[in-house]
């Protein structure tokens, strides 16, 4: 029986939790480990009647020693990190000391600065790679799907890819002024940070929301987004053939950005910390308070999201031009799972990218990024469990 340690109890680990006891048949015991044991027992009494053995516990994931203890006690195949990016490392500490394979969603970033890239977990790969054992960085969507779409392409349809734009766009409407659609402090990090691409082998870099383009999205219809520097570019830089330029987009809304913007001009945006009557407060923490929880926008949440990519490049000797995407709605998600689309998105791909790690349908020593291993069985395994494919043939490019 495979067993699976899930760290975390947020929206998308929620989403994963309940997809991983849909799959009981591979996720046949897991456990639910959280600093908030509370969460981890009221998702538990949610999933009453599931054939999967579920456990809960409390963690401190910041505290490699405390992960140890747990995986030890438990001793799972496989730890599944839905936790924040801070923690990746210390959990990655805590698999390599108790020899156990590792999936996160999004790659690490430091508290103190808004830098997130794969130098850290890339380091770790001969330390896997000794211990025997296998960590499958950024399952979620994008990161995630986007890479296995990447490989996917490359595999059935091109012999050399030289251009791809990751497209991300929520046509989702919450009824909040502003509200973020996950974590608002990892959210608003991102968004606010400097732009940049992939150019020629190296960064092109720009400033936050300068290169904005319109694209009109398949069910979700015409919508402006922006450039951002995003995680997968890094690796499928390295790991695309024949790679020139790698670009993400992300839609935003209008009352969005203005409530941003003013956020952003008040330093509420900010992640250095202040004295604030005596206390040490970080701005953007306390904003985070004030903002509502992803995970009750569920129900109020109508539309869809459109995620995908689009190469250009070569077949045979002839230009090809290929868009994969998914098309998610808000409130179907929250009729099966009690989840809003972004949250779905990224929790579906973490209980695939576990379920491939299990099977053994992905296999390998070290730390891997999505890209580099097989997608047919994914791309399969996202038509079965929620999220399937469309492909346009005849795509309109992005200038």
């Not at 890239?117 to 979620?140: H, N, P, T």
């Not at 520097?229 to 009352?255: D, P």
């Not at 999505?370 to 200038?399: S, Y």
């Amino acid at each position: 029986m495979n067993k699976a340690l899930i760290i975390g109890c947020g929206g998308v680990a929620s989403v994963a939790i309940q997809k991983c006891c849909q799959n009981s048949d591979v996720f046949g015991e897991i456990m639910i480990a959280s600093r908030t044991k509370s969460k981890c027992d009221a998702l538990k009494d949610k999933l009453k009647g599931a054939k999967t053995i579920i456990h809960t516990a409390q963690v401190d994931a910041d505290d490699t020693e405390q992960l140890i203890e747990l995986i030890n006690s438990f001793k799972p195949d496989i730890v599944i990190n839905l936790a924040l990016p801070y923690q990746d490392l210390t959990i990655m500490d805590a698999c390599l000391a108790t020899k156990t394979h590792y999936l996160d969603t999004a790659n690490y970033e430091p508290r103190d600065v808004a830098k997130f890239e794969y130098s850290w977990q890339w380091a770790y790969r001969d330390k896997f790679r000794e211990a025997g054992i296998m960590a499958v960085l950024g399952c979620g969507f994008d990161p995630g799907v986007t890479g296995v779409f990447a490989a996917y392409a490359q595999k059935h349809y091109f012999d050399t890819i030289e251009y791809l734009d990751i497209l991300d766009c929520n046509g989702g409407d919450h009824g909040y002024p502003f509200a973020t659609n996950f974590n608002p402090e990892i959210n608003i990090r991102e968004v606010t940070a400097p732009g940049s691409y992939w150019q020629d082998g190296k960064w092109v870099h720009t400033k936050p929301m300068e290169i904005k383009r319109e694209y009109d999205f398949a069910q979700v219809g015409k919508k402006d987004m922006y450039l951002l520097h995003h995680e997968e570019l890094e690796s499928l830089g390295e790991n695309l053939n024949g790679i020139k330029r790698i670009r993400f987009f992300m839609t935003f809304g209008q009352s969005y950005l203005t409530h941003l913007k003013c956020l952003e001009n008040v330093g509420m945006t900010s992640i250095t910390p202040i004295n604030y009557n005596g206390m040490e407060i970080i701005p953007l923490e306390f904003l985070k308070a004030l903002l509502p929880d992803p995970a009750t926008l569920g129900a109020r949440t109508v539309g869809k999201t459109n995620i995908g990519c689009i190469f250009s490049g070569y077949k045979n000797g002839e230009p090809r031009n290929y868009y994969v995407y998914n098309v998610c709605d808000h409130q179907e998600c929250y009729k099966e799972l009690g989840s809003q689309a972004i949250s779905y998105t990224t929790g579906v791909p973490a209980m695939i990218g576990a379920m491939m790690v299990l099977t053994g349908k992905w296999k390998g020593e070290g730390v891997f990024n999505v890209e580099e291993f097989d997608p047919d069985p994914f791309m399969d395994a996202l038509n079965e469990w929620g999220l399937p494919w469309v492909e346009d043939f005849a795509p309109t490019l992005v200038e």
